[in-house]
């Protein structure tokens, strides 16, 4: 059942590397589903040149699953839609992935209506299980995967996850259907047990992304190499799954196009793509709402939006989640320090192309 949608095809897309956005959620002033809105978020990230789009993943809002709100179904529904069309014009498939979340039976039905609207993999948080034993979350894991392809969610005690040794990774990375691994990578201690395990485990079919929001471009710039049986193994970030690369995306494809391009060449970091990554890192800063322990992650995600014009307002679900006080300026200082960063010329150009039904 899991190998039935994740063809060839898609797994070379996965492998290669590519921007993924992890979706935000449009709402309206009343805090109901904007579609018109939501749909054009979706074809702002195709159109940037997107490889796939993460959906119901914590940009989009975890409240998405509360039945009184009752938007889990209806969001994978219009990402479905919006990639189904868009897949009729491209040589290669969009990456479709869903957030799968909660204990076993909320994890199983979401990885069975993840089945069921086509998508690809199950992008798995453990957030649920943090009493759980490693015994207990590799069960929970091979219990999902019977459903549909997984990768691997590392949220490291850094950004509010729990710490999974090296011995959890090398079991999981046994489990036939796991193709992919985000790891959420701000510790290096933490972030070299996972990609040995990877190297340790013989598998070059498990493509590693980025969720780190501190340092990006070095992530996906840096060879990690492992001495495994007596050779020099070497794996490395391909490409990224983040709420940061929801925001400026054009210029995110840009980026990690010179990233590849880089790693292709085999010759020394330039200095420029150095200077890059400490650029990005203190947009993510403002961005993220770092100052404020995350707090303002996702109103911070939907002001650059709300100025470009794809969203209307800032809005979440919570009522409580809203910009930190003195977010609003740090946007305004970032814009003007690096201008070449934003896509909003891009954005400009096809708005109404996107907003229109």
């Known amino acids: 059942m899991t190998e039935t949608l994740l063809t060839a095809t898609v797994r070379k897309v996965l492998n290669r590397g590519t921007v993924i956005p992890a979706h935000p959620l449009a709402l309206n002033e009343n805090r109901k589903l904007d579609e018109a809105r939501q749909r054009a978020l979706s074809r702002y990230y ?7 789009l993460a959906i119901a993943v914590h940009t989009t809002q975890f409240e998405i699953r509360d039945p009184k709100i009752g ?15 868009a897949d009729q014009t491209r040589s290669e498939p969009l990456l479709r992935i869903g957030g799968i979340t909660g204990k076993q039976k909320q994890a199983v039905s979401e990885a069975e209506l993840l089945h069921q609207l086509g998508y690809h993999a199950g992008l798995l948080s453990l957030a649920a299980l943090k009493e759980a034993s490693e015994d207990e979350l590799i069960a929970h894991c091979i219990e999902v995967a019977q459903v549909i392809p ?37 510790n290096r201690y933490q972030t070299i047990d996972v990609m040995r395990a990877v190297a340790e485990s013989g598998r070059d079919d498990i493509a590693m992304y980025t969720g780190n929001d501190d340092n990006i471009v070095v992530d996906l710039l840096t060879p990690f190499r492992f001495v495994c049986e007596g050779k020099v193994v070497e794996r490395r970030f391909v490409g990224g799954l983040l709420g940061h690369w929801a925001v400026w995306t054009s210029n995110a494809v840009e980026l990690l196009k010179q990233c590849h391009q880089a790693v292709i060449k085999q010759e020394p970091i330039s200095s420029e793509l150095l200077s890059r990554n400490i650029e990005v890192t203190d947009c993510n800063a403002v961005l993220f709402d770092a100052a404020h322990n995350f707090q303002g992650v996702i109103p911070g995600v939907h002001e650059v939006l709300r100025r470009q014009g794809l969203l209307e307002g800032t809005w ?26 934003n896509d909003n010329d891009f954005v400009s150009e096809h708005l109404q192309e996107w907003l229109s039904p």
């Not at 997984?150 to 509010?160: D, E, V």
């Not at 979440?316 to 320090?337: M, T």
């Open 46 to 52: 195709i159109a940037a040149g997107a490889g796939g």
């Open 71 to 85: 938007l889990f179904e209806p969001v994978l529904t219009i990402a479905k839609e919006e990639m189904d069309r």
């Open 150 to 186: 997984l990768i691997g969610f590392y949220l490291q005690p850094a950004c509010g996850g729990r710490e999974l040794s090296y011995h959890f990774w090398k079991r999981f990375v046994e489990i036939p259907e796991v193709v992919a691994i985000k790891i959420a990578a701000f």
């Open 316 to 341: 979440c679900l919570n009522p409580n989640e809203q910009l930190s006080p003195g977010q609003k300026e740090e946007i305004d200082r970032i814009y003007q320090a690096y201008p070449h960063l």
